[in-house]
C-alpha cells in the first residue's frame, strides 16, 4: 500500500504497548512501527524519524508525555498526536490538547477504536489534500472539550466520550438529531461497541452530572443567553443540538 503511516508508540506498560501494536499492524495502512516505554527514547526517536502519528501515555520515565508532544509538534507540525492515559483530570485533557493532541483517550481503551481513531486521522489528511469537504478536526475537539470543561462534565464517566461523538455527528448531519433512537444512538454504539440503550443512559447521566454542579450560570455565558435555570435540564437531543449549533456557528 503506498500510504503506510509511519508511527510511534510511547508507552511504560510494555504489554499494553504491545497489544497495541499487535492491533495496529494486522492493518495494511500502518506501516513502520517504532515502540518505546522511555520518555527520553521518545525524544530521540523523534528527532531522528519522521512520524505521521504518535500514540502515547502522558506517564512516561525520564521525560514526560507534555514534552514528547511538544517536540513531536516542532519537528513536523503535521505529524498526529493521540494520547492514551488514566490520567482523567479535566486539566491534564485541556493542557494535551493545548500542546496539539487530536485525540485523549482513556484508559482502557479498545484497540479496535484506537485503530479507527488513527484511520480517522490519515483520512482527514487525504480529504484537505484532496480539496475534498474537511472532517471536523481537531480544532473542534479543543471547542467540544473547553465546553464539557466549562459546563462541568467530567472525562472520566462514558457520557463524556459518547456526547463528544453525538456532537460532531450532529455537525456533520444536523438532520440526525431528528432520528436520535433510530440513527444517532445507534451510530455511537456501533464505534464504541456497545448497545444504544447504554449510550442513551451514559449522556443522560453526563448532563444531569453537569446540572448538579450547579454550573449553568456557565452554559448560558458559553451561549451568550440565558437558556437554562438549575430547576432546567434539557433532553439529551436538546443539549447535543445547542452544543452542535454553537460549534458550527463558530466554524
Known sequence: MENCLKLLLANENAEELNCISDRLT?????????KTTDGEEALKLIAAN??????????????????????AKNKNSKTKIIVISSLSSETFIK?????????????????????KRVKDLFEEDMNASSGAKPEFGKEIEEKITNIFITVGIPAHIKGYQFLREAIKLAMDDPDIINSITKKLYPSI??????SASKVERAIRHAI???WNRGKIE??????????????????????IALVADKMLLDV
Open 50 to 71: 519522521e512520524y505521521d502519528i504518535v500514540i502515547l501515555d502522558l506517564v512516561l520515565p525520564h521525560a514526560d508525555g507534555f514534552e514528547v508532544i511538544e517536540q
Open 95 to 115: 493542557k494535551a490538547m493545548s500542546f496539539g493532541a487530536s485525540y485523549y483517550m482513556l484508559k482502557p481503551i479498545s484497540e479496535n477504536l484506537l485503530a
Open 26 to 34: 494486522e492493518d495494511e495502512l500502518f506501516g513502520e512501527i517504532d
Open 218 to 239: 456557565n452554559i448560558n455565558n458559553i451561549f451568550g443567553l440565558t437558556v437554562y435555570s438549575n430547576n432546567e435540564k434539557p433532553t439529551n437531543g436538546e443539549f
Open 208 to 210: 444531569e452530572v453537569a
Open 189 to 194: 454504539a456501533e464505534r464504541f461497541d456497545t
